[in-house]
Antibody
Framework: QVQLKESGPGLVQPSRTLSLTCTVS????????VSWVRQPPGKGLEWIAAIWSGGSTDYNSALKSRLSISRDTSKSQVLLKMNSLQTEDTAMYFCARSGGGYDYWGQGVMVTVSS | DVVMTQTPVSLSVAIGQPASISCKSS???????????LNWLLQRPGQSPKRLIY???KLDSGIPDRFSGSGSETDFTLKISRVEADDLGVYYCLQGTHFPLTFGSGTKLEIK
């Protein structure tokens, strides 16, 4: 069955770089795109970035200068890097299968930005 | 960016009663393919979002037909014909036609 699982550090210091991994199973990254979506505590959802089945990428323009999304198809992993972290980046980060229209989501990983 | 205006902010509904949530977009969500990429998601407490409806009105597998979606262009509605206890949570609309993808601000459904 289709599954997505996020992993990454729970705590990151301000100004540092965040690296998150989304490991997928049950489908191929060369057939479906994957997006990252985040949710600050008690707030709504914000789309961050996507990598599509052909390898092309899209970014939220408000965050684009700080983001990089890539993939390792041999490992079925999508990687997100966000630099210059601030406290406002504290959020639950989800990955979702976007090529299928956001039909499957991971459980999320909580990232806290604090010194 | 496309702004998705979702109303009401919260809804308190008795079991067995209907519920309706509105989502209005700041521009048409009809894509170049002619398809309208408007989804409805439910996020239950402590869980990740789950898609209920895609392409305005198509029900996802396993979603009861108490749920229905309708609308066109910029005006969309999610309806629950008879609310059940399991329906509580926050409902979001999501537009996937224009980048960046944007979500409504959410509607919290409580059981009265």
């Amino acid at each position: 069955q289709v599954q997505l699982k996020e992993s990454g550090p729970g705590l990151v210091q301000p100004s540092r770089t965040l690296s998150l991994t989304c490991t997928v199973s049950g489908f191929s990254l060369t057939s479906y795109g994957v997006s990252w979506v985040r949710q600050p505590p008690g707030k709504g959802l914000e789309w961050i970035a996507a990598i599509w089945s052909g390898g092309s990428t899209d970014y939220n323009s408000a965050l684009k200068s700080r983001l990089s999304i890539s993939r390792d198809t041999s490992k079925s992993q999508v990687l997100l890097k966000m630099n210059s972290l601030q406290t406002e980046d504290t959020a639950m980060y989800f990955c979702a299968r976007s090529g299928g229209g956001y039909d499957y989501w991971g459980q999320g990983v909580m990232v806290t930005v604090s010194s | 960016d496309v702004v998705m205006t979702q109303t009401p902010v919260s809804l308190s509904v008795a079991i067995g009663q209907p519920a309706s949530i509105s989502c209005k977009s700041s521009q048409s969500l009809v894509g170049t393919s002619g398809k309208t990429y408007l989804n409805w998601l439910l996020q239950r407490p402590g869980q990740s979002p789950k898609r209920l409806i895609y392409l305005v009105s198509k029900l996802d597998s396993g979603i009861p037909d108490r749920f229905s979606g309708s609308g066109s262009e910029t005006d969309f509605t999610l309806k629950i014909s008879r609310v059940e206890a399991d329906d509580l949570g926050v409902y979001y609309c999501l537009q996937g036609t224009h980048f960046p993808l944007t979500f409504g601000s959410g509607t919290k459904l409580e059981i009265k």
